[in-house]
C-alpha cells in the first residue's frame, strides 16, 4: 500500500503529462488518481485528428484504474503545461462522480500560489446520478 503526500502526487501528474499527445491543441495536461486501496495510476490527454475522439488526462488516468479493478478514487491531482490552476472539464467531473464520493478530493497545482484541494462535492455539486 502506497501512502503519497499531495505534492507526490501532484509530481506523479506532472511526469506523466511529459506524456501528453496533444499535436492539435499543443496543450499538455496530466493527472494521478490515488485509489482508496493505495493504488495510484496516472494519465495525459491524448488528441485525435478527429477531435472528437480525444481523451483528456483524468480521464485515462480514472479509467486506467478502473480498467485494473480499482473503482474507488480517493484523491486525484491534475496539473498542466501552464504550471497554474487547471481545472477539470465538465466532462472529467461527470466522470469523477461515478468513482469518487462526496468527500473525495481534487488536487491542483500553481508553482506561484502553490496547492489547492477541493472536496469532489464542491467541484460537482447536484451532480446527475440514477
Ligand atoms: N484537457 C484535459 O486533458 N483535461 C481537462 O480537464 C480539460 C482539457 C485536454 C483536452 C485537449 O487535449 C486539451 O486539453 C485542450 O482542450
Not at 2 to 10: A, D, R
Not at 78 to 81: A, E, G, K, N
Not at 107 to 116: F, N, P
Not at 125 to 130: A, E, H, K, Q
Given at each position: 500500500m502506497?501512502?503519497?503526500?499531495?505534492?507526490?502526487?501532484?509530481n506523479?501528474a506532472?511526469?506523466?503529462m511529459n506524456?501528453?499527445y496533444?499535436?492539435y491543441s499543443?496543450f499538455?495536461?496530466?493527472a494521478a488518481?490515488?485509489?482508496?486501496?493505495?493504488?495510484?495510476y496516472?494519465?495525459?490527454n491524448?488528441?485525435?485528428?478527429?477531435?472528437?475522439?480525444?481523451i483528456?488526462?483524468?480521464?485515462?488516468?480514472?479509467f486506467?484504474?478502473?480498467?485494473?479493478?480499482?473503482?474507488k478514487i480517493q484523491?486525484l491531482a491534475?496539473?498542466?503545461?501552464t504550471?497554474?490552476?487547471?481545472y477539470p472539464c465538465g466532462?472529467?467531473?461527470q466522470?469523477?462522480s461515478?468513482?469518487?464520493?462526496?468527500e473525495?478530493?481534487i488536487?491542483?497545482?500553481?508553482?506561484?500560489?502553490?496547492?489547492?484541494e477541493?472536496?469532489?462535492?464542491?467541484?460537482l455539486?447536484?451532480?446527475?446520478?440514477?
Open positions: 502506497i501512502s503519497l503526500t499531495n505534492q507526490q502526487l501532484i506523479k506532472y511526469e506523466a506524456n501528453s496533444s499535436p499543443k499538455k495536461v496530466g488518481v490515488l485509489t482508496s486501496d493505495g493504488q495510484v496516472t494519465g495525459c491524448i488528441e485525435n485528428v478527429s477531435y472528437g475522439a480525444t483528456c488526462a483524468e480521464r485515462t488516468a480514472i486506467k484504474a478502473v480498467s485494473e479493478g480499482h473503482t484523491k491534475i496539473v498542466s503545461m504550471r497554474k490552476y487547471t466532462m472529467c467531473r466522470v469523477m461515478e468513482f469518487m464520493d462526496e473525495g478530493i488536487i491542483l497545482s500553481d508553482d506561484e500560489y502553490g496547492l489547492k477541493y472536496r469532489f462535492n464542491e467541484i455539486p447536484y451532480c446527475f446520478s440514477l
